[in-house]
């Protein structure tokens, strides 16, 4: 019996580092959020850079308004014409589904007819927490 035990510890101390390395690697994630965290204001001037030739908040144009977005159905807009796949979508929009639909709008909802996509995941972030804040959510 004797003989297993330096297993068993050994075993333990593997099992502790291994933690404890865990561990570390949460709390640097962790650490680092914050500097992620979206930024409103920054997302306010990549609407306007990028957003603004096809959207508006408050008026539809080639795309339809965004004021409002946050819990609003896709396709919701009463008097925007969208394509059949947005029309007859399910998605509810949210920071997930937007952030799904900027990435790649027609990979999410087949049929959209918006081809723009948002490939830093820093610049959705910033431009969902503007759709958000101007949804007043």
């Not at 709390?27 to 030739?53: K, N």
Request: aromatic content about 8%.
């Amino acid at each position: 019996m004797g003989g297993g035990a330096p297993v068993v510890a050994a075993a333990h101390i593997f099992y502790d580092r291994g933690h404890m390395r865990n561990l570390l690697i949460a709390a640097l994630v962790a650490s680092a959020l914050p500097a992620w965290a979206a930024d409103a204001s920054r997302g306010a001037t990549l609407y306007e850079e990028r957003c603004t030739g096809c959207h508006s908040l408050d008026a539809n144009r080639v795309g339809p308004k965004h004021r409002g977005v946050f819990g609003r159905k896709a396709g919701g807009v009463s008097d925007f014409r969208y394509s059949t796949g947005v029309g007859n979508s399910t998605v509810v929009w949210d920071e997930t589904t937007l952030d799904r639909w900027l990435t790649n709008p027609q990979g999410f909802i087949a049929g959209a007819r918006m081809g723009f996509r948002v490939g830093e995941a820093v610049d959705r972030g910033d431009l969902i927490a503007f759709l958000k804040r101007e949804s007043g959510k």
